[in-house]
């Protein structure tokens, strides 16, 4: 069955440091995502991706981030300067269909800010 | 703002038993998704079930089946002959039609007693 691969699997980066977090969404699909949840606490929403530009981002998603598809396989998220409690896993997702479509997530990556 | 309310935090069924989670959440819109996805320690999200709110008929996969109340703003999930390998975090999920944004619950984990 198709995957969405993430790597790493775990990340840790100083304060301040830039991080970029980077995954492969499945093939075919055109529709790209990236949450995150905070240990203990819910899945949030960060951005949407379609046609090489963000189609919609959280108030969370602010300068510090930003995204990316380089390629045609990859697809990054970047965060430029991490704070503290930027310490999460991060989940990439792709679908094939864009609004209301099943997502399929990816394994996450834990990043670490210490 | 949706919002999305599992009210169980945590869960235990027998093994080969029935067991129902809950979920309400909250919109003033009309076209909209609703999911369970289950998150088990690995860690990765993976989707159990997707209904369409204009469909009145309740989704079902496999041992997987929901109870959606429209007016009651109630999507609950049963899980019938419960298996070890059903032991996770199950989240309740909420995407409004013109949107692509996921709203999540906070969680119900469930642990299966063999």
């Known amino acids: 069955e198709p995957e969405v691969t993430q790597t790493p699997s775990h990340q840790v980066t100083q304060m301040g440091q830039e991080v970029i977090l980077r995954c492969v969404p499945i093939?075919?699909?055109?529709?790209f995502y990236w949450y995150r949840q905070i240990l203990g606490q819910k899945v949030e929403f960060l951005v949407s991706?379609?046609?090489?530009?963000?189609?919609?981002k959280s108030e969370i998603f602010d300068d510090q981030f930003s995204v990316e598809r380089p390629d045609g396989s990859n697809f990054t998220l970047k965060i430029r300067s991490t704070k503290l409690e930027d310490s999460a896993m991060y989940f990439c997702?792709?679908?094939?269909?864009?609004?209301?479509?099943?997502?399929?997530f990816g394994s996450g990556t834990r990043l670490t800010v210490v | 703002a949706q919002t999305v309310t599992q009210s169980q935090p945590e869960m235990s069924v027998q093994e080969a038993e029935t067991v129902t989670l809950s979920c309400t959440y909250d919109?003033?819109?009309?076209?909209?998704?609703l999911f369970w996805y289950k998150q088990p320690p690995s860690r990765q999200m993976i989707l159990v079930i997707r209904?369409?709110?204009?469909?009145?008929q309740n989704a079902t996969e496999n041992r997987f089946s929901v109870n959606f109340q429209k007016a009651a703003k109630s999507f609950s999930l049963k899980i019938s002959d419960s298996q070890l390998g059903d032991a996770a975090m199950y989240f309740c999920?909420?995407?409004?039609?013109?949107?692509?944004?996921?709203?999540f619950g906070k969680g119900t984990k469930l642990t299966v007693n063999p």
């Open positions: 997702a792709s679908s094939d269909r864009g609004r209301g479509g099943g997502y399929t």
């Open positions: 093939s075919n699909h055109l529709y």
């Open positions: 991706f379609y046609n090489n530009e963000i189609s919609e």
């Open positions: 919109t003033s819109e009309s076209d909209y998704y």
């Open positions: 209904q369409e709110a204009y469909k009145q």
């Open positions: 999920a909420y995407c409004r039609g013109g949107s692509e944004k996921l709203v």
